[in-house]
């Protein structure tokens, strides 16, 4: 079955035209004008990916979907934002949103933002059997909803791409990613992070939960091939 995209957005032209193009593509789209909507789309067929227009008039906004259906699941979501302030964009990443689009946008540029996202969101998806997402690991809880690692001791907020990065690894217990692979799952539109950046925030990572960041115990270098993550199972 076709992935399904659900449009959140009260500019009834603006989301015909957006769902004509999306459907185009071969997605299955489903159009809402409000919360409200899309919460009885989303109990009777869950989609892969939320468009969410950020400035909906009345009811819930943007920002408040994104918060809420980020602490109920892991569904993708992208908002669409004419305001040109980067707070907002900021506010809207922090609540969980996986990417932005502002308008006016490039139709092609959407459809590769939408396109990643939902590649990476299908890397995600264990095969049955396979090892779950670690969410605790040594003294370390990795707090999805709010970003950050916790322990006993102190808390370590994480910039967006340290999270980004720490979720990849810790999706895949037990499995080496090559640098190329992690640059495709933390990539941006068309732009993505070379090696040089997946070192540099491996290395702000250690040195966040390890106890010797040069001796590590989670963080593993698989030399010639990329990074390890220990499965604390095996551990």
Do not use: C
């Amino acid at each position: 079955m076709n992935q399904h995209i659900v449009i959140v957005e009260d500019d009834r032209v603006t989301r015909m035209r957006l769902a004509a193009y999306l459907r185009s593509l071969n997605y299955r789209v489903t159009e809402t004008g409000d919360a409200e909507a899309m919460e009885q789309v989303i109990d009777t067929d869950p989609p892969e990916l939320l468009l969410v227009d950020i400035n909906l008039e009345g009811g819930k906004d943007g920002l408040t979907i994104t918060r809420e259906q980020r602490s109920a699941s892991k569904v993708g979501i992208i908002l669409l934002t004419a305001r040109d302030d980067p707070v907002d964009r900021i506010v809207g990443l922090e609540m969980g949103a996986d990417d932005y689009v502002t308008k006016p946008f490039d139709k092609r540029e959407l459809a590769a933002r939408v396109k990643n996202l939902l590649a990476r969101i299908d890397d995600i998806g264990q095969a049955p059997g396979g090892p779950p997402p670690v969410d605790t690991f040594g003294p370390w809880r990795f707090d999805r909803i709010r970003r950050r690692l916790v322990s006993a001791a102190r808390t370590e907020p994480l910039t967006r791409i340290e999270f980004d990065l720490l979720a990849a690894l810790t999706e895949h217990p037990g499995l080496t990613l090559g640098r190329d692979r992690l640059s495709e799952m933390l990539g941006r539109g068309q732009q993505r992070a070379n090696d040089r950046v997946i070192d540099v925030i491996v290395g702000r990572l250690r040195k966040k939960i390890e106890t010797d960041p040069a001796n590590p115990d989670w963080i593993l270098t698989v030399h010639g091939e990329g990074y390890h993550f220990v499965d604390p199972a095996s551990a």
